[in-house]
Antibody, heavy 120, light 108 residues
């Protein structure tokens, strides 16, 4: 059973960066296809990007291109998502989630979420 | 804007059947997954990408698809089913994932 445990809430100033971690247990990060999804207050889920196993590349939605970087430390089974140039519109809960498999369309495990608040 | 369209809100009487739909051109090529999200909680997958229920999901939840529409049906809705429901799939390019706007289900 895959378990994803994320880092705690963050408060950042506009223009700053935030790095959210997602610790994997019960499985090996290198065998998972990690993605990131966010949810602004009172809004719906928004896919940000993640690893596409079909071509072995990390893909991001155009909205976050150039501002988001996802990395993985396989020695600690921890994935990271860093978002830069924050604005108030980036205030949201950020989730890590695993794509169910090669060619899959859904996410089968989710972290508990990390609230990122951007405020001056 | 989302490439997957859901009704913002749906209501159902306790014990009755409700269908929540998700429309999009990409659904002609890709299955949809369905998630239940209760306030303050992370989403939970209730129907996977092959219209199947993951282990632990009650059998009153079922999924189906036809042409450009995916559907989540709850047969005999319970009070605990009141939640937001989201569909997701791939976009028309197949490279990106996308979510529907979500449907708020009220159980009366």
């Amino acid at each position: 059973q895959v378990r994803l445990v994320q880092s705690g809430a963050e408060v950042k100033k506009p223009g700053a960066s935030v790095k959210v971690s997602c610790k994997v247990s019960g499985y090996t990060l290198s065998k998972l296809f990690m993605h990131w999804v966010r949810q602004a207050p009172g809004k719906g889920l928004e896919w940000m990007g993640g690893f596409d196993p079909e071509d072995g590349e990390t893909v991001y939605t155009q909205k976050f291109q150039g501002r988001v970087t996802t990395t993985a430390d396989t020695s600690t089974d921890t994935a990271y998502m860093e978002l830069s140039s924050l604005s108030s519109e980036d205030t949201a809960v950020y989730y890590c989630a695993t794509l169910a498999g090669v060619g899959a369309t859904y996410f089968d495990s989710w972290g508990q979420g990390t609230l990122v608040t951007v405020s001056s | 804007s989302s490439e997957l369209t859901q009704d913002p809100a749906v209501s159902v009487a306790l014990g009755q059947t409700v269908r929540i739909t998700c429309q999009g051109d990409s659904l002609r090529s890709y299955y949809a997954g369905w998630y239940q999200q209760k306030p303050g909680q992370a989403p939970v997958v209730v129907i996977d990408g092959k219209n199947s229920r993951p282990s632990g999901i009650p059998d009153r939840f079922s999924g189906s698809s036809s042409r450009n529409t995916a559907s989540l049906t709850i047969t005999g809705a319970q009070a605990e089913d009141e939640a937001d429901y989201y569909c997701n799939s791939r976009d028309s390019s197949g490279k990106h994932l996308v979510f529907g706007g979500g449907t708020k289900l009220t159980v009366l």
